[in-house]
C-alpha cells in the first residue's frame, strides 16, 4: 500500500481522457454520501450530473448541496464553481451517458451494487472509468455481472466526502490496474488525499481501524462500562486532538519519550495482551440499540442533524486549516 505523493506523474492513458481533462462527472445515488461528493465535484468546478431512483432525490440533492456550500465557500471554490452545473437527470442512462468518471453512491447491498455496477457499466462511454463508494465490500466480489469489469474501482471516501480529504483506492481481482492508476490521480487532481491500496484489504484501511473502535464502544455500552457521552468524550478530549495532528503510529511513538517507538515498545509492548479488548462484535440486540439512539439524542441536546452538520463542518475546517492541511485564509489560498 503507498500513499500517493503529490504530485504523481500523470499515469498512461486509461479512460477517453486524462484525470487532468475531466470536465463532467456523474453521480449515481445521492443520499448522504452522493450528495455529498456531488457538492464536493461541484465545489472543484465540474458539472455533476446525477441520478438516483428515489421519489424525492432531487430535492434531497439540493437541499444537501445548499447546506454544504458556506462550508465550501470558507474553503474557497474553484474558478466557475456553481451549485447550477448540477443536473439531475431522470434517467441512470442520461447520468453518465457522457461522463468522464461515476462515482456509484447507492445503498450497501452487494445483489444492488452487482447489478448497478454492471447496467453502470453499459450504459458509461468506453473507458470511463467508475468507482464504487462501497464502505467494505471487495470490489472482485462486486464487478462480477459487468461486462467491462476492467474499469471498475473502489473510491471509498469518509464522510462528507466534500471535508474529508481521504479517499482508499483499490481494484478488484479483474480491475485493469490503470483504472486504479488513472482513479487515484484523478481524485488527486480533484482535491482529495489518496491511499492507494495494492490489495483488497477487508475494510480497507480506516475503516478496518475504526471498525476495531466501534466495536468496543457497541461492547462498553452493552455492558453499562460507559455512557454514550462518556465514549464520545474519551476520544474529542483525548487521543482524538492528537489523530488529527498524526497518526496512531506516530502519536505512540511520543509516548515512549526519548526512546521513541522502540522504547515505548519495551515498556508497553506487553499490554498488548491485557484483556482490554473484546475483538468479537457485541450482538446488536434491541437493546443496545435504543441505548446508542437514546445516548445520541442526549448528546445532540437539542442540535438538529442540519445544526450538528454546520458544526462539525465549521470544525473540520478549523482543524484543516490549524494543521497546515489548508490555507489559513481564502487570501491566502489564492496566493
Ligand atoms: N454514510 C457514510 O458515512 C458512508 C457511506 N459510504 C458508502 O456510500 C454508499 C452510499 O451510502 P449512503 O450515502 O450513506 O446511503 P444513503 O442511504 O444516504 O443514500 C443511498 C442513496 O441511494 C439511492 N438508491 C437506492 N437504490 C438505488 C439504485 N438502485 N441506484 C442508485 N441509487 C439508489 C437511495 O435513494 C439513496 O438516496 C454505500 O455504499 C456506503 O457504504 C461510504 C463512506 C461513508
Ligand atoms: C459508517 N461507515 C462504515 C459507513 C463509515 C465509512 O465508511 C467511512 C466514514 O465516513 O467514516
Not at 66 to 73: R, T
Request: hydrophobic share 45%.
Amino acid at each position: 500500500m503507498t500513499v500517493i505523493p503529490s504530485p504523481t506523474p500523470p499515469p498512461g492513458p486509461f479512460s477517453s481522457c486524462a484525470p487532468e481533462d475531466v470536465r463532467r462527472v456523474a453521480c449515481v445515488g445521492a443520499g448522504v454520501i452522493g450528495g455529498g461528493w456531488a457538492a464536493h465535484f461541484l465545489a472543484r468546478g465540474y458539472d455533476v450530473t446525477a441520478w438516483d431512483p428515489a421519489p424525492d432525490a432531487a430535492v434531497r440533492l439540493h437541499r444537501l448541496i445548499a447546506a454544504a456550500w458556506p462550508a465550501l465557500e470558507r474553503l474557497g471554490l474553484a474558478d466557475g464553481a456553481s451549485q447550477d452545473r448540477l443536473t439531475v437527470t431522470a434517467t441512470l442512462e442520461e447520468a453518465v451517458t457522457e461522463a468522464q468518471f461515476v462515482q456509484e453512491s447507492a445503498p450497501e447491498k452487494l445483489d444492488l451494487k452487482r447489478g448497478l455496477l454492471a447496467r453502470l457499466d453499459a450504459a458509461a462511454p468506453a473507458g470511463t472509468v467508475i468507482a464504487s463508494s462501497t464502505s467494505g465490500y471487495p470490489m472482485t466480489d462486486m464487478q462480477t455481472q459487468a461486462a467491462d469489469p476492467g474499469r471498475l474501482v473502489v473510491g471509498h471516501p469518509f464522510n462528507p466526502p466534500y471535508l474529508i480529504p481521504l479517499v482508499e483506492v483499490v481494484g478488484g481481482e479483474r480491475t485493469d490496474p490503470a483504472a486504479v492508476e488513472w482513479a487515484s490521480r484523478f481524485y488527486e487532481v480533484a482535491g482529495k488525499s489518496v491511499i492507494t491500496m495494492d490489495r483488497e484489504v477487508p475494510g480497507f484501511i480506516a475503516n478496518r481501524l475504526q471498525e476495531a473502535l466501534w466495536r468496543e464502544a457497541l461492547h462498553m455500552v452493552t455492558n453499562g462500562e460507559a455512557t454514550v457521552a462518556e465514549i464520545d468524550a474519551s476520544i474529542t478530549e483525548g487521543p482524538g486532538l492528537r489523530w488529527a495532528v498524526m497518526g496512531p503510529m506516530l502519536t505512540f511513538a511520543l509516548a515512549g519519550g526519548e526512546g521513541g517507538m522502540a522504547h515505548m515498545l519495551d515498556h508497553f509492548g506487553p499490554s498488548l495482551k491485557s484483556p482490554w479488548t473484546r475483538l468479537e462484535a457485541p450482538e446488536l440486540d434491541r437493546a443496545l440499540y435504543e441505548a446508542v439512539v437514546a445516548g445520541c439524542d442526549e448528546a445532540a441536546d437539542g442540535r438538529s442533524i442540519a445544526d450538528l452538520v454546520a458544526e462539525r463542518d465549521r470544525g473540520v475546517i478549523d482543524i484543516l486549516r490549524a494543521t497546515g492541511r489548508l490555507p489559513r485564509t481564502a487570501e491566502e489560498a489564492t496566493r
